[in-house]
Nanobody, 123 residues
Framework: EVQLVESGGGSVQAGGSLRLSCAAS????????MGWFRQAPGKEREGVVS???????TYADSVKGRFTISKDNAKNTLYLQMNSLKSEDTAMYYC?????????????????WGKGTQVTISS
């Protein structure tokens, strides 16, 4: 069992930046795939970004060039640096993890989900 706890959400103006964090209950960052999903009310879930145990990343086209995923294996923590934020980025952001050896941002069979952290972008 793995518990994922997100933090760092909040409200920021368009064009601003925000960094989300995800703390895992045990050491998985060096062995699991991890990533971020997001969902706005009334809209489908969107896979934002993934990072595998080797550091290979995939990004949704909507965030490519603006968001950067990273992790600190020693701290067992995942991060999402979000720059040049747009109103369209407003959503609940979920940290996800997968025990398999391959992952990509749009996959749906993630094993573990956090409860989410709200990100709201104002114009």
């Amino acid at each position: 069992e793995v518990q994922l706890v997100e933090s760092g959400g909040g409200s920021v103006q368009a064009g601003g930046s925000l960094r989300l964090s995800c703390a895992a209950s045990r050491s998985i960052a060096s062995t699991f795939c991890m990533g971020w999903f997001r969902q706005a009310p009334g809209k489908e879930r969107e896979g934002v970004v993934s990072i595998d145990r080797h550091g290979y990343t995939t990004y949704a086209d909507s965030v490519k060039g603006r968001f950067t995923i990273s992790k600190d294996n020693a701290k067992n923590t995942l991060y999402l640096q979000m720059n040049s934020l747009k109103s369209e980025d407003t959503a609940m952001y979920y940290c996800v993890a997968f025990s398999g050896g391959y992952c990509y941002h749009a996959m749906t069979d993630w094993d573990y989900w956090g409860k989410g952290t709200q990100v709201t972008i104002s114009s």
